[in-house]
T-cell receptor, first 116, second 110 residues
Framework: GAGVSQSPSNKVTEKGKDVELRCDPI?????LYWYRQSLGQGLEFLIY????????KSGLPSDRFSAERTGGSVSTLTIQRTQQEDSAVYLC??????????????FGPGTRLLVL | GIQVEQSPPDLILQEGANSTLRCNFS?????LQWFHQNPWGQLINLFY???GTKQNGRLSATTVATERYSLLYISSSQTTDSGVYFC????????????FGKGTHLIIQP
């Protein structure tokens, strides 16, 4: 596609429920990244994929967070048993390759998650 | 990990003024990007500039990697330049994700 797309744009859920956030990267981009932006923590890196592999998951804030990527394209970020502190904007980015991060990352519009 | 500091945190200018935003980082980087976050939250790429100088219209940027800083210049500011400007780096010694500064909140008054 022309840019990185994310869905849903907005998500309101109740504490304790599971949510899935989707990212569709720019066509042909092999690297995909997840970030989140919250008032208290600013913009923070969560995880990246090179193809379908995630070399480093250390940025995920807890074991309630998981991500997968299939077919080297679409990725899903899943948050289990959501908590109010998970409320944030979740951003996805992609780049042509990863290769030490030496490529421009292009960001999607984000998913605004509110946990009540 | 790497530290990224941006200054000033807030800047209010009149339309037509020029401004300089600074980004200091604490270690070697493979990537440095400048972004403008618009009022709808979209991060718009301004520059990919791990070293050297680039210009795009009224905006230009310079990164001096050996001294670990980057500067973003905005000339002849317009109200549409308002928003938050972020500097972000990929640390050479870490994972490939970007580490962001806290941003500079720029307000251009008519």
């Amino acid at each position: 596609g022309a840019g990185v797309s994310q869905s849903p744009s907005n998500k309101v859920t109740e504490k304790g429920k599971d949510v899935e956030l989707r990212c569709d990267p720019i066509s042909g981009h092999t690297a995909l990244y997840w970030y989140r932006q919250s008032l208290g923590q600013g913009l923070e890196f969560l995880i990246y994929f090179q193809g379908n592999s995630a070399p480093d998951k250390s940025g995920l804030p807890s074991d309630r967070f998981s991500a997968e990527r299939t077919g080297g394209s679409v990725s899903t970020l899943t948050i289990q048993r959501t908590q109010q502190e998970d409320s944030a904007v979740y951003l996805c980015a992609s780049s042509q390759t990863s290769g030490g991060g030496q490529e421009t990352q292009y960001f999607g519009p984000g998913t605004r998650l509110l946990v009540l | 990990g790497i530290q990224v500091e941006q200054s000033p945190p807030d800047l209010i200018l009149q339309e037509g003024a020029n401004s300089t935003l600074r980004c200091n980082f604490s270690d070697s980087v493979n990537n440095l990007q400048w972004f403008h976050q618009n009022p709808w939250g979209q991060l718009i790429n301004l520059f990919y500039i791990p070293s050297g100088t680039k210009q795009n219209g009224r905006l230009s940027a310079t990164t001096v990697a050996t001294e670990r800083y980057s500067l973003l210049y905005i000339s002849s500011s317009q109200t549409t330049d308002s928003g938050v400007y972020f500097c972000a780096v990929v640390w050479r010694g870490g994972a490939d994700g970007l580490t962001f500064g806290k941003g500079t909140h720029l307000i251009i008054q008519p």
